[in-house]
Each structure stands twice: as structure tokens, then as C-alpha cells.
């Protein structure tokens, strides 16, 4: 079993935990909220993120150190179960556990998550159509879509539903091309 599988395997039940105490409670906005706010100082802070992550620090001072920063920011129940976090020594897969909290909460909610890369930006229109598009082809309510702008792609466009891929890119239609005329 690969290490990204023990993960999460063990990120789950602490995401499930917590997707069952804010809908109980009526907070998941508020949940969803405070959870992105973390997960965006994990991404603008490395010294954050290593200080976490680092196994020589002490859980008590980790433990200062996540009250005095997000005290005033997060519900008390998400700052005790931080807290537990690094009790437990899992506070390193917080990032996996918000991630994995997202997924429960957006099946909750008929929400499906698209990932797409292009080339260019796509304009409003754009993202509406491709929304209208995949609100019919998945049969949901609610598309999120998630940009990736990669300028390796010439034209077109990949989109990624869960483990479902539709490469409409340029680079995508030489390659199926090139695979047809080596099998003739």
C-alpha cells in the first residue's frame, strides 16, 4: 500500500468527523469558510506549513502556536480539533484531511468539482457554457470549476471529472493521431 493510501485512509474519518459536526450544527458555510482560510495560509506560508510538518517541534509549542494564530479566526470546535491534530501527530495532513472534508461536503451537496487546463484563460461566457455543459453531462446541480492555466497546451483544452479525462487539446488530437497511423 502506498503511502498516499495509509494517508487517506487516515485523513478520512477526520474529515468525515468534521463534515458530521458542522452539518449537525447548521456551520457548514461557516466550516467551509474557516477551513479554506487555513488551507490558504498553508499556501502562502512555507514557514507555516514546515513548522507543522516538522516532527522535532513540540506539540505543545505547536499547540501555542495554532491558538494565537487562529483563535479569532476559526469556530472553537475547529480550533480544538487542530489542536487534537497535533496531539495525535496528524497535523501534517490537515491539508489532506481539508481536501478530503471539501470532497464529502460537495457530494453532500450535489456539488461536482472539474478540473480544467487550458492555455488561456476562458472568459465568463466561456465558463458558463462549459458549466452548463457538464451541469447536463454529469447530471448535477452545482459544477465547480477548478483553472489551471498550463502554456504547454497549444489550443483546446483537458478537463478532468474524478478519474475521467476529456483531452480536447491540441497536443491530445496529434497524439491520438500519431497512435492511429503506428496501428494501421
Do not use: C, H, W
Request: no cysteine; hydrophobic share 45%.
Amino acid at each position: 500500500m502506498s503511502s498516499q493510501n495509509a494517508n487517506d485512509k487516515i485523513a478520512l474519518p477526520y474529515a468525515e468527523a468534521l463534515l458530521e459536526y458542522a452539518s449537525e450544527n447548521k456551520l457548514i458555510s461557516d466550516m467551509n469558510s474557516s477551513l479554506s482560510s487555513i488551507q490558504n495560509l498553508l499556501a502562502e506560508s512555507t514557514d507555516f506549513k514546515v513548522f507543522l510538518n516538522n516532527p522535532l517541534t513540540a506539540t505543545e509549542v505547536k499547540k501555542v502556536v495554532i491558538t494565537k494564530l487562529l483563535a479569532n479566526q476559526v469556530n472553537d470546535f475547529l480550533l480544538k480539533f487542530l489542536l487534537v491534530l497535533v496531539d495525535r501527530r496528524r497535523i501534517n495532513l490537515i491539508n489532506l484531511i481539508i481536501d478530503k472534508y471539501f470532497e464529502l461536503a460537495y457530494k453532500l451537496d450535489s456539488i461536482t468539482i472539474v478540473n480544467i487546463s487550458t492555455s488561456v484563460a476562458l472568459t465568463e461566457a466561456q465558463q458558463e457554457a462549459l458549466i452548463n455543459k457538464l451541469k447536463t453531462m454529469t447530471n448535477s446541480q452545482t459544477v465547480k470549476l477548478e483553472m489551471n492555466i498550463d502554456t504547454s497546451l497549444l489550443g483546446g483544452f483537458i478537463i478532468q471529472i474524478g478519474s475521467k479525462v476529456i483531452d480536447t487539446s491540441l497536443a491530445g488530437k496529434l497524439k491520438n493521431m500519431a497512435f492511429y497511423l503506428n496501428n494501421m
